[in-house]
């Protein structure tokens, strides 16, 4: 399959696909995957094709729950927050983008670690105030302290036990 570097512009085999951020920015990624999107995507449409679909962000106080899906296995990969923004940033790039609520500001999922939420589809429900993305991951991990899923935890006997291992270190990731 080819991919598309919208920086660099220009198509390349995904199996050749590196990096090409100058600096220290990638140096512990064999394969930046950033700038990144798959040829053939359903999301975005192209400018004009349709517009933009209206969610219900009244409902939420500006801000609405977005579900992060594995778009092959089903798994629950995250649930985060977007307010208008995060919604036209994701329908315009493909790439999943949130509302940071203690940051305070929006936050293109992966713009740290380079694990990228490719948006294959994305799932209204009836209420117009929730939405499913159905995402391919890109890297191993959707959870910032480093598990496939942030749903890494199940309650046993009154307590959390750890149900996956971690996919990375984060002190590696995240190097702050």
């Not at 991919?3 to 199996?15: F, L």
């Not at 983008?97 to 992966?110: A, D, E, I, T």
């Not at 191993?140 to 942030?150: I, L, M, Q, T, W």
Request: neutral net charge.
């Amino acid at each position: 399959m080819d991919v598309w570097c919208e920086k660099y512009r220009e198509a390349m085999p995904a199996a050749e696909a590196r990096c090409r951020h100058p600096g220290e920015y990638c140096r512990s990624r064999t394969a930046c995957m950033i700038h990144f999107l798959e040829r053939e995507r359903k999301i975005p449409p192209a400018a004009g094709d349709t517009p933009m679909v209206s969610l219900r962000f009244d409902k939420g106080n500006g801000l609405l729950p977005a579900i992060a899906q594995d778009w092959q296995s089903g798994e629950v990969l995250m649930t985060a927050y977007i307010n208008q923004e995060a919604w036209a940033a994701t329908l315009a790039t493909g790439k999943a983008h949130y509302w940071s609520r203690s940051r305070g500001k929006l936050w293109l999922k992966g713009e740290l670690s380079g694990h990228v939420q490719l948006v294959k589809e994305i799932l209204v429900d009836c209420d117009e105030d929730t939405v499913i993305y159905k995402v391919e991951q890109l890297g191993p991990a959707a959870c910032h302290k480093g598990f496939r899923s942030c749903f890494f935890r199940r309650v046993e006997a009154g307590g959390l036990t750890e149900i996956m291992p971690r996919a990375f270190d984060p002190a590696e990731v995240y190097k702050t």
